[in-house]
């Protein structure tokens, strides 16, 4: 039996571009309570989704060069990425004819999975000096320390 | 699991800077003073009819060289003594039991053309003994590849989706290709700090070949939450893994006067300690802001990029007014060892060449003097060979001279007595054993320290010896071969000649082939000094064999200590606790690389293309990569056309840089995974 806690698609999505960036996911998902539901089969799990996801198409389509198709398939696999790891292979639904995965990998292209938070660091500046002063500055040093007054 | 529930930690009295001052001050000065008090009587011991410019010569070789056993020799009586008094090191602020982990700390696992299964085996393990604690979910695990070998780059892509689908629930595991390996791995951290570093307070940097156990990490999270003005925390490394006989002497050693000399220098350098590049952890933001490395002027060996970046970094977190400490009591922290003297001395030559890169940086402005102590003992840890060899050298052509040019006693006419050349013979041969003393004298209290604890893992005290006497014959007779190696890195180094930047071998051993062709002028250089020595200088002969013997024995001690050695029993020589009792974490490393290694096993490249899946996620996380390097026009329609030959039954005769633009050519790709259905 697959226990899940279901999010809602449009979510689900900003959150799959959004879990690289992040370590937990889940905390930035708001959770609805009315699409958690248990499931105990994959078949189950796969009815459930396209009917799901079909009602909300309309809502979350975005990229009008995608087909309703293609989307579905994409929202899918992204689901299915996000939810299902540990139990089944993400690309059994979406390799079921390959024309469909070819699209499916065009589509997934699109999306920047890692949206980055770029830092700059600094170039430390490392400037050699003539050593000899160097040694005479540790040397001065040694000896305000050893002799000198506290 | 909460790891408080576990872990018996409790706070210790904080160390005040006059104490740590003052144990400096003991170890260096008592290091001086053994120094200067031997080379005194170098200097009184040395013949008396050499110029005064050859005296001096020798008698600063004596210095340094002396002075290197001598700090050796005074931090592992320190450490042992620290041992002894303490079991937990004091400065650091241990976390209280119940203290929760509310950080994230992204574990960045670089890796460079390594055995793909082998490393996500040891990143699957790892997470699976952190899923054990609650703390384990704000661990994040990055697999930074830097490959070039396009085979296996695809190969990590899968073991990436074949590990993703077994790791913990809560715990991440992120993997991400450089195009272009900038900077080595210096490069590859910073490029995770610039794209993602933001989002983690720490950072646990691993090698390919590290292995933390979970309770271990989360300590080392904790300590650095608990002590907010620290930058970096290094685990010690102990070698596991060992198969070959030379491996397993490193491994013993390691384990048996490791621990002597890592709280040797525990003891004297406390919040100043040093970054070995894995292994630690270290504050993200302070290594943003600290350790951007500039790219020195000039060509390598000693410009470009700074090879050995890791002590360098430590030295510019300290000059930032952070901490750096290395903590012998953190257990669980393992590491492989080159399973040869080949591959040993191939790594020594990147070394090497990275250490003498930092005399630039140990004689630059605003480092903090016990990093310049660090990039001291660096480079003098090869530049000490080429000085031996130069003593031994001049030692060897003093007398050989002495025979073709003998005394003059009589220097002006009608001299009444003779001017004898004296030569202190007794008074050398003291000095020699104690140089000897000193080196063995560490080692002798690392098995004392084993024994003195009742630990009967090392298969008793028999054997314990035994490993004892076995490896110090092997370092003696091993040590001129080394010398040797590490000398001719020296020179070709200052010659300008640049190491490149090797894979590791982890696993095979030398063939006799190999051996000869890397060796076989250290035989000779055994030999050819041999026969002078027996023949001009018959006085030092018996001395030196030890030297020459080792020199003239490289290729078989080579070769046959890269050889799995013994059979696999408990009460084996060189036994370690880890041997006896594998550790679970190995064991779950070693079971995922079976399982891993099924899914690539005999696979090269293009057939893991034919996969569909394989193709979708490499595509998939090229999103991820970055732009794709310039590969020029000719290369992109030779691929194209053999590709296309390929699909419909050709032979693959595509180079490696033409199947790493085929790993960017999606469209090329997903034809060919089509086709070849």
């Known amino acids: ?150 | 699991m909460p790891l408080a529930a576990s872990n018996e930690v409790f706070a210790v009295p904080l160390l005040s800077r006059r104490r740590v001052k003052f144990r400096r001050i003991k170890l260096f000065g008592l290091t001086l003073l053994t120094t200067l008090w031997a080379s005194v009587k170098w200097s009184e011991f040395m013949p008396t009819d050499i110029s005064l410019f050859m005296h001096w010569f020798l008698l600063i070789l004596f210095f340094l060289t002396f002075g290197w056993i001598s700090l050796y020799f005074w931090s592992a009586v320190f450490g042992f003594w620290e041992l002894v008094r303490k079991s937990r090191y004091e400065g650091i602020k241990h976390p209280a039991k119940d203290a929760e982990l509310n950080a994230k700390t992204a574990i960045l696992v670089p890796s460079y053309n390594e055995d793909a299964a082998a490393v996500m085996a040891r990143v699957l393990a790892m997470a699976e003994d952190l899923g054990k604690y609650s703390e384990g979910k704000q661990f994040g695990f990055f697999i930074l590849s830097d490959s070039t070998n396009p085979e296996i780059w695809l190969q990590e892509e899968v073991m990436w989706f074949e590990a993703k689908k077994q790791f913990p629930q809560g715990i991440n595991l992120y993997y991400r290709h450089r195009p272009r390996n900038t900077a080595r791995k210096s490069g590859n951290i910073e490029d995770f700090c610039t794209r993602w570093g933001s989002n983690y307070k720490y950072m646990l940097v691993l090698d390919a070949d590290s292995l933390i156990i979970g309770k271990t990490m989360i300590q080392m999270a904790k300590l650095m939450e608990s002590n907010p003005t620290t930058g970096i925390i290094q685990a010690p490394p102990q070698i596991v893994n060992a198969q070959s006989f030379f491996a397993r002497l490193h491994q013993f050693s390691g384990k048996v006067y490791g621990r002597i000399v890592m709280a040797g220098q525990a003891y004297w350098q406390a919040w100043d300690s040093n970054y070995w590049g894995h292994n630690a952890i270290i504050r993200v933001q302070a290594f943003i802001d600290s350790c951007g490395l500039p790219v020195f002027k000039g060509k390598a060996p000693f410009g470009g990029h700074i090879l050995s970046h890791d002590f360098v970094e430590a030295a510019l977190i300290r000059r930032a007014g952070w901490l750096a400490w290395m903590l012998p009591e953190l257990e669980g922290s393992y590491e492989e060892c080159p399973p040869s003297m080949l591959d040993f001395a191939s790594r020594d030559r990147r070394w090497c060449q990275g250490n003498l890169q930092h005399i630039r940086i140990l004689i630059s402005r605003k480092i903090h003097p016990v990093s310049r102590v660090h990039f001291t003992v660096g480079i003098m840890s090869y530049l000490s060979s080429l000085l031996w060899c130069l003593l031994l050298l001049l030692g060897v052509g003093i007398v050989v001279w002495r025979y073709f040019f003998p005394p003059a006693y009589f220097t002006q006419s009608k001299e009444l007595f003779p001017a004898w050349p004296i030569f202190n013979v007794w008074g050398t041969i003291a000095l020699f054993v104690l140089s000897m003393v000193m080196l063995f004298f560490p080692k002798i209290l690392g098995v004392l320290y084993v024994i003195g604890r009742g630990d009967k893992q090392y298969g008793g005290a028999g054997k314990l010896w035994q490993g004892f006497a076995v490896e110090n014959l092997f370092s003696a007779l091993s040590a001129p071969v080394m010398m040797l190696f590490q000398s001719k890195f020296i020179v070709e180094i200052l010659s300008g000649m640049d190491s490149g930047w090797q894979t590791q071998n982890r696993t095979a051993g030398t063939l006799w082939r190999d051996g000869i062709r890397m060796h076989w002028w250290q035989t000779a250089v055994g030999i050819g000094a041999s026969v002078l020595i027996y023949n001009y200088a018959h006085t030092l002969f018996y001395w030196m064999l030890p030297i020459t013997l080792g020199m003239m024995l490289a290729i078989p001690l080579s070769v046959l200590s890269s050889r799995v050695w013994g059979k696999k029993s408990k009460q084996r020589i060189f036994t370690i606790p880890e041997e006896v009792h594998e550790p679970d974490i190995l064991q779950s490393s070693k079971r995922h690389f079976k399982q891993l290694e099924q899914v690539i096993a005999d696979k090269d490249m293009l057939m893991l293309l034919k996969d569909d899946i394989y193709v979708s996620i490499h595509i998939y996380l090229l999103a991820i990569n970055g732009p794709m390097p310039d590969f020029g026009s000719d290369l992109i329609k030779r691929v194209q056309h053999k590709v296309s030959l390929l699909s419909g039954g050709g032979e693959e005769n595509l180079s490696l840089d033409e199947k790493r633009y085929l790993l960017y050519d999606e469209k090329l790709l997903q034809g060919y995974a089509v086709l070849c259905k």
Request: hydrophobic share 45%.
């Open chain 1, 1 to 150: 039996m697959v226990a899940l806690k279901l999010y809602q698609p449009e979510d689900l999505i900003k959150s799959y571009a959004l879990s690289w960036h992040v370590d937990a996911p889940a905390t930035i998902l708001a959770l609805s309570d009315e699409a958690t539901k248990e499931i105990k089969s994959l078949d189950e799990l796969l009815d459930w989704l396209d009917n799901y996801l079909l009602s909300q198409l309309k809502v979350i389509k975005k990229d009008k060069s995608l087909s309703d198709e293609q989307f579905l398939a994409l929202v899918k696999v992204v689901y299915l990425q996000h939810e299902l790891y540990q139990d089944f292979n993400i690309f059994d639904i979406a390799s079921a004819t390959e024309d469909k995965l070819i699209k499916l990998q065009e589509a997934m292209s699109e999306y920047k999975f890692l949206p980055e938070k770029k830092v700059v660091m600094p170039e430390q500046k490392i400037k050699v000096c003539n050593p000899f002063s160097l040694f005479l500055q540790y040397l001065k040093k040694g000896f305000r320390h050893a002799f000198g007054r506290k």
